[in-house]
């Protein structure tokens, strides 16, 4: 297994010279290597590409960046990825994961979308969509517990201060490594550590129908049991929430 050196990892804000398309489950991404990815991969990657850089980009230019990355040399072994609020609600936004087609993900045109100025958000909420650290589906993942995770959210919460913004969410789930492993997820006390609240709890859509994930249902509550969890909170979303002031 490779071995890192905290003090080695870059933590700062993606910008146009290097977009980060596309999540690290196949490894970390450089370069040289962002637009391939393995035969095994059966997602329309080349599509998603083609949908997501000019996003990307456009959310940059209109509120200054939509990521934090973490670099350990020429790789990007982290992100976060956060967007405004008002432009999570938007018509076609999705969910917007980026390796996924809507409803999970945004609609094919959605750079095309007009964006709220910054100037004229009410809410000025920025909210977490996903974060990784390395690949939580690789077997073996040097990138994880090293603290990478708190330094990429203590850097956007610089990072939001700077740019006045007043709130910070970020869904997530009870303390269950499948969550990390599946989602990249962190759980609530995760957050919590880094002065978050819970704010709402409800349960998640997506995790309601057995036959929609039954394999990973089944993992979630046999790990939500093997804690005292009832079974059904483990499919609840949790909302976090920090105040900037």
């Known amino acids: 297994m490779e071995s890192i050196l905290i003090e080695d990892v870059v933590v700062e804000p993606m910008t146009e010279e290097f977009i980060v398309w596309r999540c690290l489950h196949d490894g970390p991404l450089t370069r040289d290597t962002i637009d391939q990815w393995p035969s095994s991969n059966t997602l329309p990657l080349e599509r ?66 007009e964006f709220p100025d910054p100037a004229d958000i009410e809410d000025k909420t920025l909210v977490v969509h996903c974060m990784m650290t390395g690949s939580p589906q690789q077997k073996e993942n040097p990138y994880q517990r090293k603290g990478i995770g708190k330094r990429m959210v203590r ?66 509550e046999e790990q939500a049991n093997s804690i005292g969890l009832p079974p059904e909170t483990a499919r609840d979303r949790l909302v976090m929430r920090l105040d900037i002031t």
């Open 48 to 113: 998603f590409r083609d949908r997501n850089v000019p996003l990307l980009v456009k959310l940059t230019r209109t509120y200054g960046s939509c990521a934090i990355l973490a670099h350990a040399g020429d790789q990007v072994v982290g992100f976060l990825r956060f967007y405004p609020k008002a432009v999570c609600d938007m018509k076609g936004a999705g969910g917007p994961c980026l390796q996924q087609d809507p409803p999970a993900g945004p609609v094919e045109d959605f750079a095309d979308s």
């Open 155 to 220: 850097a956007l919460i610089e990072w939001a201060k700077a740019n006045r913004w007043e709130g910070i969410e970020a869904d997530s789930f009870e303390d269950l490594p499948i969550i990390y492993e599946i989602t990249g997820s962190a759980g609530h006390t995760f957050w919590e550590k880094l002065g978050f609240r819970l704010v709402d709890r409800h349960p998640y859509p997506e995790l309601q129908d057995r036959n929609k994930f039954p394999e990973f249902i089944m993992r979630l």
